[in-house]
């Protein structure tokens, strides 16, 4: 992968100022509507079961002898899975409104980002591999989230092609590197793909990394996110922002 580095001295000068805020804050908004159909998506596959069981529940109160044991067996199970449906929508609504403070296994945030994109990213035409495993350290939630996923956003409405995304990461003492490997596939041209919501620009990417103190660099075949490991923020070097301006 050959990274290209020019800084940015436009987005680092207003960086501590109040341009930067409103910059920042429009780019929170445009990956927001990027992702709201697949929060919706993934709340309402949490209620299906609910539905599942409660139509099952339905059926056995029209018995002209209903099987109370059956039926109390169901009312648990309906409040089992219930629980568990309003924590994981909690867990959703996070990527609405989150917690600043909030940290996240680095793999397993990986994982929540990638799941939360695959469907989408299947009608574009497009395929996630996950090789980033086992990489058991902690980081802030809100800047994997919001990096990772607006890189993988940003580079599939900038690719011309149907491609795979191989996502690589290795940790550091001090940091880890996440490479995002984009792949051509044999398609010419992506599967047609309607959204109301604007293509995610890079300098959209930009924005978001220098925001949540992420190195970003833009390569001829995808990017790499450095994130800081918590206890080496104070260390980070003043330049830490590079990448391509698109």
């Known amino acids: 992968?050959?990274?290209?580095?020019?800084?940015?001295?436009?987005?680092q000068a207003i960086a501590l100022g109040a341009e930067f805020s409103d910059l920042e804050e429009g780019a929170r908004y445009a990956l927001l509507q990027r992702l709201a159909p697949a929060l919706q998506h993934h709340m309402m596959g949490k209620f299906q079961s609910m539905d599942m069981i409660a139509a099952?529940?339905?059926?056995?109160?029209?018995?002209?002898?209903?099987d109370l044991a059956s039926i109390r067996e169901d009312c648990a199970s309906l409040s089992s899975v219930?629980?568990?449906?309003?924590?994981?929508?909690?867990?959703?609504?996070?990527?609405?409104?989150?917690?600043?403070a909030s940290t996240v296994k680095f793999d397993a945030g990986v994982v929540e980002c990638l799941g939360l994109?695959?469907?989408?990213?299947?009608?574009?035409g497009f395929v996630i591999v996950n090789e980033a495993r086992e990489i058991d350290v902690k980081l802030s939630s809100r800047a994997l989230r919001s990096v990772l996923s607006a890189a993988l956003i940003a580079?599939?409405?900038?690719s011309k092609v149907s491609a795979t995304l191989v996502i690589r990461a290795q940790a550091m003492p001090d940091r880890v590197e996440l490479t995002i490997d984009l792949r051509p596939t044999e398609r010419d041209t992506k599967r047609a793909y309607v959204t109301d919501s604007r293509a995610l620009k890079w300098r959209d990417v930009e924005i978001l990394a220098l925001a949540e103190s992420v190195q970003l660099e833009r390569s001829d075949t995808g990017a790499q996110l450095t994130f800081a490991?918590?206890?080496?923020?104070?260390?980070?070097?003043?330049?830490?922002?590079?990448?391509?301006?698109?």
Do not use: C, Y
């Open 1 to 11: 992968m050959t990274l290209q580095n020019p800084a940015h001295p436009s987005l």
């Open 82 to 100: 219930s629980r568990i449906a309003v924590k994981s929508i909690m867990d959703l609504m996070t990527w609405i409104e989150p917690k600043t």
């Open 229 to 246: 490991l918590p206890a080496a923020n104070a260390d980070l070097p003043g330049d830490l922002f590079v990448g391509t301006g698109i």
């Open 56 to 66: 099952m529940m339905e059926r056995r109160l029209k018995s002209a002898d209903p």
């Open 117 to 124: 994109l695959a469907t989408e990213f299947r009608f574009k």
């Open 155 to 158: 580079l599939s409405d900038l």
